[in-house]
């Protein structure tokens, strides 16, 4: 059978437990800056994406273009991210560590 997203023992698109997602959000939260917050976790399909020798140029690696799954162009609303990547609610709060502060889903 199928997943259906909503499901948060599962992570939509990804293929793997959604207990993996709060195990990574815990790091990042305890590793975060106070006051901070990572609003999206990447998970990268390619070797392409994310070469630290390339620009922040929205292609390889973010630019701040990746913050919606869409953008205007022209007329056309296209893709804003590359399609090898999955992309995950990051910590939405701005100083919390709690686990029960990161999104559960």
Known sequence: ???VCGDITKA???GIPADTFRAIRTILG???RAGTWCRWIVIAF???LFLPT???D???NPNGGWSSWGKKSGNL?????P?????CDGWATTGSTAAADFPNY
Request: aromatic share 8%; proline share 0%.
């Open 77 to 81: 609303y296209v893709r804003a991210r």
């Open 12 to 14: 939509c698109g990804v």
């Open 58 to 60: 929205d292609v390889i």
């Open 83 to 87: 399609v090898d990547g999955a992309y």
């Open 30 to 32: 305890q590793s975060k």
């Open 54 to 56: 390339a620009t922040a």
């Open 1 to 3: 059978g199928g997943m």
């Open 46 to 48: 390619s070797d392409s």
